[in-house]
Antibody, heavy 122, light 110 residues
């Protein structure tokens, strides 16, 4: 069965960086896009970007360009999302989510990680 | 990109049907048949309910259906049940390999 297991909660100071991991199992890691979505407390979902685990190619939301870096390690089927220059309004639950097959032009996510709470506070 | 526009809340009684709208622009919803819908219960990760405007993933009840007209997509839930009470989010491809979510709609089953 498809599983996405994320790293644990983080507390960071403003200006610092955070790196969240997402270990995939139950499917061919390099065959599907991996998206990152965040949700601030009491707020809606926000798309951050995606990575093609096969090529390493990335696409980011304009809002996060220059601050977010998505990478992957195919040897351990793990995707990473690093967000730098953290601000208090970056406090949110960050989700990884499996997207469509990399050969496909479709756009959806069908399996989600459990979420990682990142708290930014001085 | 700006978030897609959804009503903040909708409500209905058990057995009734409700529809949640999702309005975008000609740059996202209006240009691509790549709208998806997600259900989220409190404290849980979202769940895919509809993809590519009207397709249902395996295991999702046929009480859930999707459609699109112009720049507005819609999710209809028929035969409303108590367990349908949740937040619902639409998402659309927005071009240039980017996506955008709606602001979310809280569904209350009366």
């Amino acid at each position: 069965q498809v599983q996405l297991v994320q790293s644990g909660a983080e507390v960071k100071k403003p200006g610092a960086s955070v790196k969240v991991s997402c270990k995939a199992s139950g499917y061919t890691f390099t065959g599907y896009y991996m998206h990152w979505v965040r949700q601030a407390p009491g707020q809606g979902l926000e798309w951050m970007g995606r990575i093609n685990p096969n090529s390493g190619g990335t696409n980011y939301a304009q809002k996060f360009q220059g601050r977010v870096t998505m990478t992957r390690d195919t040897s351990i089927s793990t995707a990473y999302m690093e967000l730098s220059r953290l601000r208090s309004d970056d406090t949110a639950v960050y989700y990884c989510a499996r997207g469509a097959p990399t050969y496909s032009s479709s756009w959806y996510v069908d399996y989600w990680g459990q979420g990682t709470l990142v708290t930014v506070s001085s | 990109q700006s978030a897609l526009t959804q009503p903040a809340s909708v409500s209905g009684s058990p057995g009734q049907s409700i529809t949640i709208s999702c309005t975008g622009t000609s740059s996202d919803v209006g240009s691509y048949n790549l709208v998806s819908w997600y259900q989220q219960h409190p404290g849980k990760a979202p769940k895919l309910m509809i993809y590519e405007v009207s397709k249902r993933p395996s295991g999702v009840s046929n009480r859930f259906s999707g459609s699109k007209s112009g720049n507005t997509a819609s999710l209809t839930i028929s035969g409303l049940q108590a367990e349908d009470e949740a937040d619902y989010y639409c998402c659309s491809y927005a071009g240039s390999s980017t996506g955008v979510f709606g602001g979310g709609t809280k569904l209350t089953v009366l």
